[in-house]
Nanobody, 126 residues
Framework: QVHLAESGGGLVQTGGSLRLSCTVS????????MAWFRQAPGNKREFVSAIAWPTIQTYHADSLKGRFTMSRDNAKNTVYLQMNSLKPEDTAVYYC???????????????????WGQGTQVTVSS
């Protein structure tokens, strides 16, 4: 059983920054990916970024590259999402997910992920 817990969301002005955290507890497995997705009201869950283990290969949504950066701290079993130059269209619930035995063709699809956190709200005011 794996438990994912996100934190760090909040209200920020346009141009501001936030850092989200996702702490993982339980058995993560040897081959998996941790990812951030986001979902705005009325929209599908959208891929943001992912890191795969054990390769430590990273993946990013092209539209967000340069503003959003995902990182990890293995000692803390935590992944982070640093979000800079935030825009009102970044407003969404941000979710952390885990995908077992990831392959490149599935890592950007939320339907393939087995475990999710409860989500953290990010609101960017104009």
């Amino acid at each position: 059983q794996v438990h994912l817990a996100e934190s760090g969301g909040g209200l920020v002005q346009t141009g501001g920054s936030l850092r989200l955290s996702c702490t993982v507890s339980g058995r993560t497995g040897n081959s998996y990916a941790m990812a951030w997705f986001r979902q705005a009201p009325g929209n599908k869950r959208e891929f943001v970024s992912a890191i795969a283990w054990p390769t430590i290969q990273t993946y990013h949504a092209d539209s967000l590259k340069g503003r959003f950066t995902m990182s990890r701290d293995n000692a803390k079993n935590t992944v982070y999402l640093q979000m800079n130059s935030l825009k009102p269209e970044d407003t969404a619930v941000y979710y952390c997910g885990r995908l077992l035995n990831p392959i490149v063709s599935t890592i950007r699809y939320w339907e393939r992920y087995q475990d999710w956190g409860q989500g953290t709200q990010v609101t960017v005011s104009s």
